[in-house]
């Protein structure tokens, strides 16, 4: 059985299924992910063979095998059930995950029966290839899978939707995922700064293909609102509530769409009506911790002297909704960001700090998370510990990362107003001006950076860093 074991891992490798997509565990939250899944099988019923097929693969990382199983059973009968016609293309994902979830439970034969069973479809479909081959639901399925495992696959998830869409241009489906894979990444080019609308397309087209598809058109109705052309997409948010009144995935994006208008108790209601029916969702939990947060902002700012029963009560409302969120999805973090600085508004300085910790060590942070975080964090410093050295100390470190992002912008603009403050309030020391000496480099402004230095050097004679910076400064201009 040894040498049955080795040649069938080498076939193995070749199938296209989610064993041999690259897809990791330790970049999701597996129960978040198994949470999302069975919501969405009741909700798109057009996708269950994706969201059955998936569903085993998060089983098998979770260590059920039987239930990985279980699942494709499901997967079959969905084939079966809806496209009798065209078995052999939909089935082949599914029996890649059976043969490799056999091969783990070590039941070889079983293995190797469904790796022959790929083997012989795909010979009958096509002449050449043994394995290879090249069918746009495989191509989808593969960008289906990549866009649940979070923002480090997204570019992944959309060549693999331009992959399926050359063999078959105006599929909707293939059309839809390939316009959520461009608006994910725009959200992050965005943080990133970079400004683009290249999602504003796909979508258009994506509604045209399936005037149907109200989650498409709801992601085309926030694109708008981005573009500054919200009048065009409140229509589309109030045809898509038309159409799907009880769809949460409908109701999710039109609460964010009237929050981001300012109508807060509309989008507080549509999230309680959608709570109603998924009340894990992590994402309806953030949303009404964030609508909270705007109410007591809100209140904040229109009254003078908020009643402070009323302020208690909003920040523990959202502070409830954002810890279910982060409880429920461990490496949501802008989530962990919101709930520490929410403690922080409600003075649990402890819990606040746990969080902002835990936020800090979210294995998959890009660059841009790390600047938001210094920047987060050094206000939290700054504002609430009532210490400017530290506050000083984390807007640098956001600073040192050399990639511009929104994060590093904010981190940019804190560090130089505070340390202008306490040059005009006369307590600024060497190091404060040639922290700012720093600031005024990075930004370009070379000779406000140099004045900064020579103030620097005239309270720190002897300091290296200082002269090797001026020096180095004069030279370049």
Request: charged share 30%.
């Amino acid at each position: 059985s040894t040498i049955l074991k080795n040649s069938l891992k080498s076939s193995l490798l070749e199938l296209e299924c989610h064993f041999t997509w690259a897809l990791l565990k330790q970049d999701v939250d597996l129960d978040d992910l198994e949470e999302t899944i069975a919501d969405q099988i009741e909700f798109f019923i057009e996708s269950n063979i994706t969201n059955y097929n998936l569903l085993s693969y998060v089983c098998h990382l979770k260590d059920s095998n039987e239930e990985a199983l279980r699942n494709l059973q499901k997967a079959e009968e969905e084939v079966q059930k809806n496209h009798p016609d065209e078995t052999d293309h939909r089935i082949l994902v599914t029996w890649g995950n059976y043969a490799w979830t056999y091969y783990h439970m070590q039941r070889y034969e079983e293995a190797q029966t469904y790796v022959s069973k790929v083997e012989n479809t795909c010979k009958k479909l096509s002449s050449t290839a043994q394995w290879k081959i090249e069918l746009p639901e495989i191509y989808a399925e593969q960008g289906w899978a990549l866009l649940k495992f979070g923002r480090k696959y997204y570019i992944r998830a959309k060549d693999c939707f331009e992959a399926a869409l050359r063999n078959d241009p105006n599929n909707p489906r293939f059309k839809a995922g390939y316009a959520i894979a461009m608006y994910r990444l725009e959200d992050f080019s965005r943080r990133q700064c970079e400004d683009i609308s290249l999602s504003l397309k796909p979508l258009q087209h994506a509604v045209e293909l399936n005037p149907k598809d109200t989650f498409i058109m709801a992601l085309l109705a926030l694109k708008l609102q981005d573009l500054m052309r919200a009048d065009e997409g409140e229509k589309y948010i109030e045809e898509a509530i038309q159409i799907t009144p009880d769809l949460p995935y409908v109701q999710r994006y039109a609460a964010k769409f009237y929050r981001r208008k300012g109508e807060v108790d509309k989008a507080l209601q549509i999230l309680k009506k959608a709570l109603a029916v998924t009340p894990k969702s992590v994402f309806l939990h953030h949303q009404l911790g964030i609508c909270y947060r705007a109410k007591l902002f809100q209140l904040r700012n229109t009254t003078r002297y908020p009643p402070q029963g009323q302020v208690d009560e909003l920040i523990r409302l959202s502070i409830f909704h954002l810890k279910t969120a982060t409880d429920h999805k461990t490496k949501f973090f802008s989530a962990h960001m919101d709930l520490a600085n929410m403690y922080a508004q409600g003075k649990r300085y402890k819990e606040a700090e746990e969080t902002f910790q835990k936020a800090f060590q979210i294995n998959i942070l890009l660059y841009d998370d790390k600047q938001e975080f210094y920047y987060h964090y050094g206000n939290f410093q700054r504002f609430h510990m009532k210490s400017e050295s530290e506050a000083i100390r984390y807007y640098l470190e956001g600073l040192k990362i050399e990639k511009e992002s929104y994060g590093r912008n904010k981190c940019r603009n804190a560090l130089k107003k505070l340390l202008e403050q306490r040059i005009q309030r006369g307590v600024g020391d060497a190091t404060d001006f040639g922290t700012l000496g720093l600031v005024h480099n990075l930004n370009g402004e070379k000779q406000k950076a140099i004045e900064c230095y020579e103030k620097a050097i005239a309270l720190c004679p002897d300091n290296e860093e200082y002269l090797s910076a001026l020096c180095e400064l004069r030279l370049s201009i």
